[in-house]
């Protein structure tokens, strides 16, 4: 079933609202198309009223809840990957739902990478010190390593 005519009756008609304010269109076309290649320097005005001013407001919090993440995520890769601040964890205040569950998934990442790192070093410490007998665990927390971490695991015992 096609519901395009559907949605073009539901669209205003000569980009007015019926609660007030006007929409631009083009403005908005042009604001979509900047934040669809990632310009986070998009924004809609902020003096638009009614509908409009609604949607200008929704969209330009969408983009700075955007701008938010790939800054958090920039920290992250300096501070954990550059750094070697190894306990340092993402984070985005006033975010719920797939943000949240985006932030949560770094920071399952992280660990996931960390605790096999971790034990590597522990085993190559012990053996710097002349301790033969320290060897890496196959499993972490229950879990197997796999692929790579199963590879330095076997080469490090």
Do not use: H, Y
């Amino acid at each position: 079933m096609n519901k395009a005519p559907l949605i073009t009756k539901m669209l205003p008609r000569k980009n007015s609202l019926r609660n007030g304010g006007e929409l631009d269109t083009k403005q908005l076309l042009a604001a979509l198309m900047a934040f669809r290649r990632g310009d986070f320097s998009a924004r809609l005005p902020e003096d638009w009223t009614g509908v409009a001013g609604k949607i200008a407001d929704t969209f330009n919090d969408v983009i700075r809840t955007n701008q938010r993440m790939t800054q958090e995520l920039g920290r992250i890769v300096r501070v954990v990957g550059k750094e070697g601040r190894i306990t340092q964890r993402a984070a985005l205040s006033d975010v719920s739902e797939s943000w949240g569950d985006a932030i949560g998934c770094i920071n399952v990442l992280i660990e996931d990478l960390l605790r096999p790192t971790s034990e590597m070093a522990r085993v190559i410490g012990a053996v710097a010190k002349g301790n033969l007998s320290e060897t890496m665990a196959s499993e972490i927390e229950g879990q197997p390593l796999k692929g790579e971490f199963l590879r330095t695991a076997k080469t490090v015992n």
